[in-house]
């Protein structure tokens, strides 16, 4: 028995849409994060702190000269307070940079 295809294309169209649904509920997974449409905040303290921001990990590795670094993917990244850069897939911002923290916006590319 064959299913008729108007039954399976709206199946199809069904999962797609929850998974759209999803989507933002799953886009951070760190205790951490708080996300709000296609981006996410994060406060990370102490070196070596880290967050997942749409499925991508990064890592808090410091400050140093009011820089801080961070590492996505494998590959460091650096910036100052109000500076942004691209990270793979994301957008990072650094707000706020402290001699121990950082406070990081990210959004999808």
Do not use: K, W
């Not at 998974?19 to 997974?29: E, N």
Request: hydrophobic fraction near 35%; charge should be negative.
């Amino acid at each position: 028995m064959s299913i008729p295809h108007r039954y399976a294309t709206r199946t199809l169209v069904g999962a797609a849409a929850g998974v759209l649904l999803l989507l933002p509920l799953t886009a951070c997974s760190s205790q951490n994060v708080s996300c709000s449409g296609q981006q996410c905040t994060a406060t990370l303290s102490g070196s070596g702190a880290e967050a997942t921001f749409f499925g991508t990990d990064l890592a808090f590795a410091g400050t140093q000269d009011g820089r801080a670094s961070v590492s996505v993917g494998g590959v460091s990244y650096s910036c100052g307070q109000g500076e942004s850069v691209t990270a793979g897939p994301l957008t990072l911002t650094c707000t706020t940079v402290t001699e121990d923290s950082l406070e990081i916006t990210a959004a999808l590319s």
